[in-house]
């Protein structure tokens, strides 16, 4: 892998997933040069940690788009910390919209 390109928001999922897997070597050299990368997996960690934390139900969501802006472009703030962590099925679909998101 080229460590100037920034690795696919499925990529960072995946390492999230397995990050010994053989596979993520380029990915890891990426990230000890890449904060922005770093950033993005640090958000990916804190949304799938919550998400194990409480298991969602099986409903379909609709974020609001201040939610999903911030996923895109910066950490969410404590009330929006908040909505996602008191509704599973919202923090679901906060962490499906953020390994989808192509915000690179
Ligand atoms: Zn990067």
């Not at 298991?55 to 609001?64: G, H, M, R, S």
């Not at 009330?79 to 923090?91: E, G, I, T, V, Y």
């Amino acid at each position: 892998m080229n460590s100037d390109t920034h690795p696919e928001p499925e990529q960072l999922a995946g390492f999230n997933q397995t990050p010994d897997a053989p596979e993520y070597a380029g990915l890891r050299r990426h990230l000890a040069t890449c904060a922005d990368c770093r950033q993005r997996l640090d958000q990916l960690n804190a949304l799938s940690r919550s998400l194990r934390a409480a298991p969602p139900i099986n409903k379909t969501v609709t974020l609001p788009n201040a939610v999903l802006h911030a996923i895109e472009n910066g950490p969410l703030d404590d009330a929006q910390r908040h909505a996602l962590s008191d509704d599973p099925a919202a923090l679901k679909a906060a962490l499906h919209y953020a390994a989808h998101a192509q915000a690179f």
